[in-house]
């Protein structure tokens, strides 16, 4: 991915990328939590509670989405911080924490994980679930993830990636191409690489889902 310009400005291949995810998933907000749901049915599993158990004080969300994480969110959270590009999602996203009555411990924005507008040190977890496959730049937001964790603070994903299966990540490699035009997902993503660059330790690492596509991981920023 296109590095910012030193001067600051962004060329025009970022925003061309953005943009396009802004607008593909505008329109997707209205089906996103149907579409999703038949997805994790049938070749994720159901993870999201998995991610809320290990998320403790204030969490910030990447690409939060709807707001499908906000009901697995215990009380050992004190506070999240979610931030999505697309409008559309984070105001559904809001409609949701306002009808599971934790609108006041949730800060729901429009943002850009891969420049994040948070001081460092700032947050106790950083969650993101089906998000790397789609951010335009996976090691900005893991760097900025590793940035706003204070020391001794976790990461949490739940991503996919290629398969345990040499024919299914071969299958998956045929169809990627269309995956990444069409629908703004990179099928063969390994978020475990990313995680570690950004100076991370990863703790675990589990494979789940049809042929191991799935990818649940337990990181932590080292004091």
């Known amino acids: 991915m296109t590095a910012p310009t030193p001067g600051g400005r962004v060329p025009d291949a970022r925003i061309s990328a953005e943009q396009a995810i802004v607008h593909g998933f505008d329109h997707l907000a209205p089906h ?4 999703i749901g038949v997805i994790e049915r049938l070749a994720f599993g159901r993870h999201r509670g998995w991610v809320g158990a290990r998320a403790r004080g204030r969490v910030l969300e990447l690409g939060v989405g709807t707001g499908l994480n906000l009901p697995h969110y215990g009380a050992a959270v004190a506070e999240v911080i979610g931030l999505d590009l697309s409008g559309q999602m984070i105001a559904r996203a809001r409609a949701r924490a306002r ?4 609108a006041g411990r949730t800060d729901l924005q429009v943002g850009d994980v891969q420049r ?3 001081p460092g040190s700032h947050v106790d977890t ?3 679930t089906l998000t790397f496959c789609t951010i335009p730049d996976p090691q900005a937001a893991a760097d900025e993830s590793a940035r706003v964790l204070r020391p001794g603070g976790r990461m949490v994903l739940v991503e996919h990636g290629p398969s ?3 024919w299914l990540t071969g299958a998956m490699a045929r169809v990627d191409p269309a995956f990444q035009r069409w629908a703004h997902d990179h099928l063969l993503r390994d978020p475990v690489p990313y995680v ?3 100076g991370l330790v990863v703790d675990k690492v589990e494979r789940r889902g049809v042929g191991g596509v799935v990818f649940r991981v337990l990181a932590h920023r080292p004091h």
Request: net charge positive; aromatic share 4%; charged share 40%.
């Open 126 to 128: 950083v969650v993101s």
């Open 99 to 102: 009808d599971l009555g934790t």
């Open 116 to 118: 994040l507008d948070l």
């Open 196 to 198: 570690r660059r950004a």
């Open 164 to 166: 345990t299966r040499r």
């Open 32 to 35: 996103y939590d149907r579409m």
